[in-house]
C-alpha cells in the first residue's frame, strides 16, 4: 500500500506561480512512476505530468510544457509540481498518483489514469484573472 497526500494548492493571481508537493508514505516509491493529474469541474481528469522515480525521466502534457516542472525528492519520497505563469485555464482539482505495481518497467511515465495504482485526495488550485 501507498498513502499519497497533497499540498500546496491555493489561489493565485494570473501569472503566479505556486509548487505542489505529494508525500508518500508506506511502500516506498523507489520502484515505480509518479504523476500529477488535474480534474476541473465538469471535465475529465487529465494528465498533467509524471516522472520516473529511479532516474527522473519526465513527460509533460502540452498544455503545461514551458511552465510547470515536475521533480523528486528521493529521501524525502515526495513528488512536486512546480507552476509557473499560471492562468485560468490552470484552474482544477490537482492529484497525485503512484504506478507502484509497474511504473518500474516503464521507458517513460504513462498518461493513462487507469496505469496509475494509488491516488492523493488532491489538492485545490485557483487561478484568478
Known amino acids: 500500500q501507498v498513502q499519497l497526500v497533497e499540498s500546496g494548492g491555493g489561489l493565485v493571481q494570473a501569472g503566479g506561480s505556486l509548487r505542489l508537493a505529494c508525500a508518500a508514505s508506506?511502500?516506498?516509491?523507489?520502484?515505480?512512476?509518479m504523476a500529477w493529474f488535474r480534474q476541473a469541474p465538469g471535465k475529465e481528469r487529465e494528465f498533467v505530468a509524471g516522472?520516473?522515480?529511479?532516474?527522473?525521466?519526465?513527460v509533460y502534457a502540452d498544455s503545461v510544457k514551458g511552465r510547470f516542472t515536475i521533480s523528486r525528492d528521493k529521501a524525502k519520497n515526495t513528488a512536486y509540481l512546480q507552476m509557473n505563469s499560471l492562468n485560468a485555464e490552470d484552474t482544477a482539482n490537482y492529484y497525485c498518483?503512484?504506478?507502484?505495481?509497474?511504473?518500474?518497467?516503464?521507458?517513460?511515465?504513462?498518461?493513462?489514469?487507469?496505469?496509475?495504482?494509488?491516488w492523493g485526495q488532491g489538492t485545490q488550485v485557483t487561478v484568478s484573472s
Open positions: 516522472i520516473l522515480w529511479s532516474d527522473g525521466r519526465s
Open positions: 508506506g511502500r516506498t516509491p523507489g520502484n515505480s512512476a
Open positions: 498518483a503512484a504506478a507502484a505495481r509497474y511504473g518500474g518497467s516503464w521507458a517513460l511515465p504513462k498518461t493513462d489514469t487507469w496505469q496509475y495504482d494509488y
